[in-house]
Structure formats: structure tokens, C-alpha cells
């Protein structure tokens, strides 16, 4: 049972590059989110997921977009990257008590 | 506007006593409220839930208190320990799961 899962563990972009990020959990929880960590600004819900099939926009949307794979798999995806989009990024699953990925750490030069 | 605060500044408590962290919320009807533990480079842990109609609630060192009038909860560590070191988050539960941006909390042997 490993929990919430997230790749890759860092990144390194430049400006104007995409990717996506990889997010999946084994508990069979129906909700899942994608929050954003900056110093000074605490967690940020960027999307979440209430169930398969359904996503929906947090507090800071602007430049990103999701995939609800399936029930286990959330991505999160920067089509054209940009350096106020270094950061670091946890997924999150269940709507109660959330459990946490380990992160992602973002830089985009 | 809706705010969910906790003290910025890092809180240093000597080892054995009780640290006690203030989380206060505005403009907002919490069903419950939640506080989690983050370590340096990893992402939140759960630790304890308080509902609406709960006054406190105990888990071995850990005691939250949650006072609806004042909008506002206190998280106590008793026997404070230097391994208790980390950023204590509060969240509490609106339409999602809203987080405050943390207190670090240094214990000092």
C-alpha cells in the first residue's frame, strides 16, 4: 500500500517547455487535488477531482490543466511553463483527511 | 473576504514545555477543522480532526481545542520534545479543504 505516489521528484524546465506531472493513490479515495507550496503563501489548490470523470478549478488555476485518468490517476499538466511556476507541487487525495504525496520540486528557468 | 490565519513567525519552545500554535479563521462555517505536520521536504501528515460540536479532542501529546465563537482553534504538544521540530498547518473543511500557510515550530534541547 503505498499511498499517494508522485513523478518525477524534480524538474528542471526553461521557460515555454511543458510537462506533466504524475499523481496516483492505491486507497480507493474518490477525490484527489493538486496544490502548489511557495514560501510564504501555504498551500493553494490549483484543481481537484471530486470523482472519475469530474475536475474542477481551486484558488490558482491560470496556466495548468488536469486529467483524472482514471480512479487511481490525477495528472497535472503545464502546457508552456513559466518561472512564477517554480514551485513545489503535492497531490492529495480524499476529501476528509487528506493524505499527501511527497511532492514534486518545480524550476523553470 | 475569507481568511484562515496562523502565526507567521516561528514559535521556539523550550524541550518539555507545551507548545501551544493558534490557528483563527474568518468568514467561514467550518463543519471541522484539521491540523497536519510537514517536515522539511515532504508533505503534510495528518494529525488530528476537531468537529463543529467537539470542544476538544486528545491524541497521546497532541490536544485541540475548538471554540466556534471565537473562530478560532489551538493546537497544544505537552512534553515537548526536540523531534516535535516541524511546520504545523491547520485546515479547515468549506465546500474543499482550506489550508492556513503554517507556523514553524522549533523545540530547543
Known amino acids: 500500500n503505498a499511498g499517494v505516489t508522485q513523478t518525477p521528484k524534480f524538474q528542471v524546465l526553461k521557460t515555454g517547455q511543458s510537462m506533466t506531472l504524475q499523481c496516483a493513490q492505491d486507497?480507493?479515495?474518490?477525490?484527489m487535488y493538486w496544490y502548489r507550496q511557495d514560501p510564504g503563501m501555504g498551500l493553494r489548490l490549483i484543481y481537484y477531482?471530486?470523482?472519475?470523470?469530474?475536475?474542477d478549478k481551486g484558488e490558482v488555476p491560470n496556466g495548468y490543466n488536469v486529467s483524472r485518468l482514471n480512479k487511481r490517476e490525477f495528472s497535472l499538466r503545464l502546457e508552456s511553463a513559466a518561472p512564477s511556476q517554480t514551485s513545489v507541487y503535492f497531490c492529495?487525495?480524499?476529501?476528509?483527511?487528506?493524505?499527501f504525496g511527497p511532492g514534486t520540486r518545480l524550476l523553470v528557468l | 473576504s475569507q481568511k484562515i490565519e496562523q502565526n507567521s513567525e516561528a514559535l521556539n519552545i523550550q524541550e518539555g514545555k507545551t507548545a501551544t500554535l493558534t490557528c483563527n479563521y474568518t468568514n467561514y462555517s467550518p463543519a471541522y477543522l484539521q491540523w497536519y505536520r510537514q517536515d522539511p521536504g515532504r508533505g503534510p501528515v495528518f494529525l488530528l480532526l476537531?468537529?463543529?460540536?467537539?470542544k476538544e479532542k486528545r491524541k497521546e501529546r497532541l490536544k485541540v481545542t475548538f471554540d466556534t465563537t471565537l473562530k478560532q482553534s489551538l493546537f497544544h504538544i505537552t512534553a515537548s520534545q526536540p523531534a516535535d521540530s516541524a511546520t504545523y498547518l491547520c485546515a479547515l473543511r468549506d465546500d474543499k479543504i482550506i489550508f492556513g500557510k503554517g507556523t514553524r515550530l522549533h523545540i530547543l534541547p
Open positions: 486507497m480507493n479515495h474518490n477525490s
Open positions: 476537531i468537529r463543529e460540536n467537539e
Open positions: 492529495a487525495s480524499n476529501i476528509g483527511l487528506q493524505y
Open positions: 477531482s471530486a470523482s472519475e470523470g469530474t475536475t
